[in-house]
């Protein structure tokens, strides 16, 4: 079964930065995407970043620049390291992961919203 555990998140000032951290196991890990998205008040989920198992990234426009999304495939670990944050970067963040695309292309970040495996959440609260 899958599972995916992220941390980290905390409350910021503006300008400011956060590293997410999501624990993953369960499955072939090395072999999937893995993306995060957020959902921020009164707003659908979004997908902010995904990245593929040979390290290709892609950002959503609204964080492309700002965050970065990394893995460790030795300790399971997907990051987010969020700079330059604003108020507007509020939500609740969510590790997400999916086995590869079936046309062996790659995700774009709003198709994160899309995975089928999801954390739990962890809040990031950036006051301006």
């Known amino acids: 079964q899958v599972q995916l555990e992220e941390s980290g998140g905390g409350s910021v000032q503006s300008g400011g930065s956060l590293r997410l951290s999501c624990a993953t196991s369960?499955?072939?890990?090395?072999?999937?995407?893995m993306g995060w998205a957020r959902q921020r008040p009164g707003k659908e989920r979004e997908g902010v970043a995904v990245?593929?198992?040979?390290?290709?990234?892609t950002y959503a426009d609204s964080v492309k620049g700002r965050f970065t999304i990394s893995q460790d495939k030795d300790w399971n670990m997907v990051y987010l390291q969020m700079n330059s944050l604003k108020a507007e970067d509020t939500a609740m963040y969510y590790c997400?992961?999916?086995?590869?695309?079936?046309?062996?292309?790659?995700?774009?970040?709003?198709?994160?919203?899309?995975?089928?495996?999801w954390g739990q959440g962890t809040q990031v609260t950036v006051s301006s």
């Open positions: 369960g499955y072939s890990y090395s072999k999937y995407s």
């Open positions: 997400a992961a999916d086995p590869p695309p079936l046309w062996g292309g790659y995700y774009r970040a709003l198709d994160v919203a899309g995975f089928g495996y």
């Open positions: 990245i593929a198992s040979d390290g290709s990234a």
